[in-house]
């Protein structure tokens, strides 16, 4: 396994095009309204034309920014792709196919997804009940509540789209794309491979220098995701080591094999430090994700480490690990086993 190696010096998020791929894959950036202040998108050569790989969020900032680049392009868009549904990635996926009559590429359960996460409100009382069970007062979820509705989608959503599956293929232009689903990070992500290029277009999947996010979230709050993510690693390491990987966030790297295994091994490291702070007393799940991740501050990176921390105590729940308790106040309480 290799060190990590960047080549490229990322543009900026004003419209710059940086070619990684000469002639074939070129790079833009798009501003994100949050900590992770950024997105990358690609155009990859499909003919006369170029395929969007992402589409950006859905503000106003990345509609005046796609208004720029699309007519200085010169070239048409003969299709939108997108790795999975989270609203940096297609926030714009209706917008753009609305704007160009041209299809849209997903997997089914992240189009429906899509379609279904555009209100990001947390008016259930299942929703509410995640937040309570996790150790949060009800003021604190009526902040989240609110801080949440200005994450909502207002371009109406791509009403059809083509289906990307596990195993399958995608043909872009010259090039044939093998599709790889994963896991954990979103319900059925799509990561895709072009052996010919030495490429991957790792989405979210696989990122240089941040830790994709793994959280169990509210619909469905018994889930283990982090099996699942550490599976899907397992499976992205498959791939030859000295791909180019031009993942979604941060910068293009060289490294596969060893970024897969690093991120493996934050997980287990995450994984012990919980085991060691509920062995020194029951904690909650927001109790918790104060000492595991005490950085982060807004209210986004806030319900983040909540679904995070979740994530590494159902790992541990379902291992038998960690035993957990409904308190007296609604909330759950966590207790390493065995001390
Ligand atoms: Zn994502
Ligand atoms: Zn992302």
Known sequence: MSALRYPFEPPGCNGELVDVVPGCIKWLRMPLPMA?????????????GWRIIDTGFDTRATRELWERILPALGEPITG??????????????GWLTEKLRVPL???????FAMRLSRDPSLNSWEYRAYFRQAGLTDEQVEGFAQALSGFAMH???????????????????????ALRAGEGHSPEHIALYCA???VLLSGDQLLGRITPNVGVLPFEPEANPLEDWLASLDRIAELP???LVLPAHELPFHGLRTRAAELQQHHRQVLDRVL?????????????SRRLFSKRSD??????AIGETMAHLAFLLAQGRVARTLAASGSHEYRTCGV
């Open 36 to 48: 992770l202040n950024h997105i990358n998108l690609y155009l990859v050569r499909d003919g006369a």
């Open 80 to 93: 939108v792709v997108c790795t999975h549904h989270h609203g940096d990635h297609s926030g714009l996926a």
């Open 105 to 111: 590429h997903m997997s089914r359960t992240e189009y």
């Open 155 to 177: 371009s109406p959503p791509a009403m059809a789209y083509r289906r990307l599956r596990d195993g399958g293929e995608l043909a872009i232009g010259d090039h044939r794309w």
């Open 196 to 198: 010919e290029l030495g």
């Open 241 to 243: 080591d000295e791909t």
């Open 276 to 288: 060691e702070f509920c062995g020194q007393q029951a904690l909650t799940v927001y109790g918790l």
């Open 299 to 304: 209210t986004i990176d806030t319900i983040m």
